[in-house]
T-cell receptor, first 114, second 111 residues
Framework: DVKVTQSSRYLVKRTGEKVFLECVQD?????MFWYRQDPGLGLRLIYF???????EKGDIPEGYSVSREKKERFSLILESASTNQTSMYLC?????????????FGSGTQLSVL | TQLLEQSPQFLSIQEGENLTVYCNSS?????LQWYRQEPGEGPVLLVT?????EVKKLKRLTFQFGDARKDSSLHITAAQPGDTGLYLC???????????FGKGTKLSVKP
């Protein structure tokens, strides 16, 4: 079974801190994604990557950056955390770039910024 | 921008009842996916519907894709507490060909 592992289930950070959210997948998937999930707003795509060292902005990239130095690892970075970034963050991966391909999700990281 | 509207937003029922949730759009989708997200977990794919008018069954769950490929429904027969979760529909429609998600239907099945 594909496993997508997010390093933390819960994180509490202070405003202005630099925050790293880590995601690792173990099935050699080409594509990796970062979403945030908020009540009433659903899942919104922050950034995605179709290859190592490659990144593309999603629908809400402001305030975030990403890093993909190795195929299995995709990191989301909050350069200076703000309270409006309190959210559930979900990492996902898929095998190829085929449109509409199945996504495999991690269990999520609930981030609270105080 | 393509949008997926899900209804109802919340649904609370007793064990054994039947229910239907809907996923609607004004746009045509080449396919639609349904995911279930249990509390504290990430979404898990249940099914993908591809052909207009297609019906797929997964035990007590029946998924239908509209003839015009603009809408889909999920019907659960004899709901059980284990069906509790957030049901999300998704289709390819983002500006870069990524999946877009509806806001989901939160289902609670009480024993």
């Amino acid at each position: 079974d594909v496993k997508v592992t997010q390093s933390s289930r819960y994180l509490v950070k202070r405003t202005g801190e630099k925050v790293f959210l880590e995601c690792v997948q173990d099935m050699d998937h080409e594509n990796m994604f970062w979403y945030r999930q908020d009540p009433g707003l659903g899942l919104r795509l922050i950034y995605f990557s179709y290859d190592v060292k490659m990144k593309e902005k999603g629908d809400i990239p402001e305030g975030y950056s990403v890093s993909r130095e190795k195929k299995e690892r995709f990191s989301l970075i909050l350069e200076s955390a703000s309270t409006n970034q309190t959210s559930m963050y979900l990492c996902a991966s898929s095998f190829t770039g085929a449109r509409g391909e199945k996504l495999f999700f991690g269990s999520g990281t609930q981030l609270s910024v105080l | 921008t393509q949008l997926l509207e899900q209804s109802p937003q919340f649904l609370s029922i007793q064990e054994g009842e039947n229910l239907t949730v809907y996923c609607n759009s004004s746009s045509v989708f080449s396919s639609l996916q349904w995911y279930r997200q249990e509390p504290g977990e990430g979404p898990v794919l249940l099914v993908t519907v591809v052909t207009g008018g297609e019906v797929k069954k997964l035990k007590r769950l029946t998924f239908q894709f509209g003839d015009a490929r603009k809408d889909s429904s999920l019907h659960i027969t004899a709901a059980q507490p284990g069906d509790t979760g957030l049901y999300l529909c998704a289709g390819v429609g983002g500006s870069q060909g990524n999946l877009i998600f509806g806001k989901g239907t939160k289902l609670s099945v009480k024993p």
